[in-house]
Structures are given as structure tokens and as C-alpha cells.
């Protein structure tokens, strides 16, 4: 089984930074896509960052100049450092992968089970 396990969420003034961490672990072959997803109360989840497996980003334009996107593929782990952290920044924030376990199966998407982000004075 494949887990994606988070850490580095919590309570954050507006302007502060927080870097939240992802670690896949488990029977796995090769990562593809890693990205962070968000999901704020009442909204839909949406994609905040990506990054592929040769390191190239992708990011929701609200986003853009304050977060950044990082992986490991040796550690099998993807960052996101968030600075200048916005109130409406606040939601729920998900480790997401495209992971095949061997080349004789097929790519599967995982979630983490997420990390609580909150923005407030």
C-alpha cells in the first residue's frame, strides 16, 4: 500500500510562511506528478502547485509569488513553502501523486489525508 503522509500545517499570522512537507512511502515504483491541493469550507478542493517529475511548476495564479513548490525524488517527498500567507489562504491542504507500484500496473493518483492551514491575527 502506498501512504502520502503531511506535516507542517498550523495557525499562521497574515504574512507569515509556513512549509508544509508530503512523504510517500510504501511499495513504490515511480512518482510522477506531486502536488498540493487546497479545499477551503464551502469551496471546491483546487490545485494550488504542481510539479512534474523533471521539475517543472505549475501554480494557481493567486499563488504564484508566494509559494513554492519543491521535491525530493530520492526521499520520495514534496514540499510547499508558503510565505506572505493571506487570510483567504486559509483551507485544508492536500499532498496528492501520480505513483505507478511497477511497470506492470498502472498509474494511480493518492491523497494525503491532509494538514489544516489557518491564516488569522
Known amino acids: 500500500q502506498v501512504q502520502l503522509v503531511e506535516s507542517g500545517g498550523g495557525l499562521v499570522q497574515p504574512g507569515g510562511s509556513l512549509r508544509l512537507s508530503c512523504a510517500a512511502s510504501?511499495?513504490?515504483?515511480?512518482?510522477?506528478?506531486m502536488g498540493w491541493y487546497r479545499q477551503a469550507p464551502g469551496k471546491q478542493r483546487e490545485l494550488v502547485a504542481l510539479i512534474n517529475s523533471d521539475g517543472r511548476t505549475n501554480y494557481e495564479d493567486s499563488v504564484e509569488d508566494r509559494f513554492a513548490i519543491s521535491r525530493d525524488n530520492a526521499k520520495n517527498t514534496v514540499s510547499l513553502q508558503m510565505n506572505s500567507l493571506k487570510p483567504e489562504d486559509t483551507a485544508v491542504y492536500y499532498c496528492n501523486a501520480d505513483i505507478r507500484l511497477s511497470l506492470t500496473e498502472s498509474r494511480r493518483n493518492y491523497w494525503g489525508q491532509g494538514t489544516q492551514v489557518t491564516v488569522s491575527s
Open positions: 510504501g511499495r513504490i515504483g515511480s512518482i510522477y506528478d
